[in-house]
T-cell receptor
Framework: AQKITQTQPGMFVQEKEAVTLDCTYD???????LFWYKQPSSGEMIFLIY??????QNATEGRYSLNFQKARKSANLVISASQLGDSAMYFC????????????FGTGTSLTVIP | NAGVTQTPKFQVLKTGQSMTLQCAQD?????MYWYRQDPGMGLRLIYY???????DKGEVPNGYNVSRLNKREFSLRLESAAPSQTSVYFC????????????????FGQGTRLTVV
């Protein structure tokens, strides 16, 4: 079974609008972390935001927030006030206590911001 | 700060040739990783090293070997390159970060675009 599922291969959003990128995960470990990365066309992987399994509140970092629904095992990334520079691939990833050092990545969502 | 440095950035190989991808990090991280990225498949783990002197297979280890030369360096070797190994390769590092090690993110190199013809 896939550890991380991203069901949206491609998304479009109008500039200045908000967009939600979906991520569901599969784990039976109570201790885990969820990460989102951005990969612009230049290719580098940029860490955006982290959510821990024991965190009571949703994580926020500037225009990025994470809609964490633990019972549904979802960790959706919300980007507010989209900018042209937000056009990129976005990857959701998970790290569990039980599997030690491994990071599990989803297949990614390609976001295009339309002017 | 350099972070994670990979070399080379681009490489073209002929089928059957060998090469080593180099990776070094200057963040004193214990854990290092090699991923490959293919369209529609996300990042797949090839090998990782939890600490100096240890290496473990990931999801797609066939056709690759690794060496954790010291704490800083983790190399990936293709002994006999095949067209199926055409991909973008990323090295990454992370730290256990104490008690809650699963809360620490991975830091990535800039990637190596490898083409095998």
């Amino acid at each position: 079974a896939q550890k991380i599922t991203q069901t949206q291969p491609g998304m479009f959003v109008q500039e200045k609008e908000a967009v939600t990128l979906d991520c569901t995960y599969d784990t039976s470990d109570p201790s885990y972390g969820l990460f989102w990365y951005k990969q612009p066309s230049s290719g580098e992987m940029i860490f955006l935001i982290y959510q821990g399994s024991y965190d009571q509140q949703n994580a926020t970092e500037g225009r990025y927030s994470l809609n964490f629904q633990k019972a549904r095992k979802s960790a959706n990334l919300v980007i507010s006030a989209s900018q042209l520079g937000d056009s990129a691939m976005y990857f959701c990833a998970m790290r569990e206590r039980s599997t030690g050092n491994q990071f599990y990545f989803g297949t990614g969502t390609s976001l295009t911001v339309i002017p | 700060n350099a972070g994670v440095t990979q070399t080379p950035k681009f490489q073209v190989l002929k089928t059957g040739q060998s090469m080593t991808l180099q990776c070094a990090q200057d963040m004193n991280h214990n854990s290092m990783y090699w991923y490959r990225q293919d369209p529609g498949m996300g990042l797949r783990l090839i090998y990782y090293s939890a600490s100096e002197g240890t290496t473990d297979k990931g999801e797609v280890p066939n056709g690759y070997n690794v060496s954790r030369l010291n704490k800083r360096e983790f190399s990936l070797r293709l002994e006999s390159a095949a067209p199926s190994q055409t991909s973008v390769y990323f090295c990454a590092s992370s730290t256990p970060g104490g008690r809650d090690f699963w809360s620490t993110e991975a830091f990535f190199g800039q990637g190596t675009r490898l083409t095998v013809v």
